[in-house]
């Protein structure tokens, strides 16, 4: 009787340790499944993120250092180069207005050249990849002596003088 007993003590004492033991097994399965499942989303992830890099990229590129705008006063630079005008950029200011959801810089320019040639450097800033707001923009004929001036003999038909006012977003 002591060994049926012993016996019967000895097999709960088994199933206790099984019990123990598959609920521990369970425990780290569901582990293992949870880590597999944030392995494979973290892959997801990560293809979704070099799929729209180039994207991200590109909206990167929209918004202007406002410290350094080396890189869009070269832009300006080049456009007027490419549509023939001459630019001078008058000023430049940073500007957080509360009203504006974000911030921005203000430029300030003058450009002299024909009237056809600036109309072709204003068309270039509308489609530039810059997000680019035009302000103010005051014309003005330049007189005969003024166009053969010094300033402007590079230009083949200087004949307007534009004013520009211009708002440019830029990184926070």
Known sequence: MT???ASLFLICL????VKGSSEAFSSEKEKIASLSEEK???K???DLYKNYQSDLDKIEKVFIDPEVPIEFI???EKTAGDSQVQIKIISMAKRTDVKDAWP????QISVTGSFSDFSKFLEKLENSPYLIETLELNSRALSEKEAKSKEFEELLSANTNTLLLIKVLSRQ
């Open 14 to 17: 088994l199933f206790k340790g």
């Open 104 to 107: 921005n810089l203000l430029f």
């Open 3 to 5: 060994g049926i007993l």
């Open 40 to 42: 494979e989303n973290r």
């Open 74 to 76: 070269g832009f300006l």
């Open 44 to 46: 997801k992830m990560e």
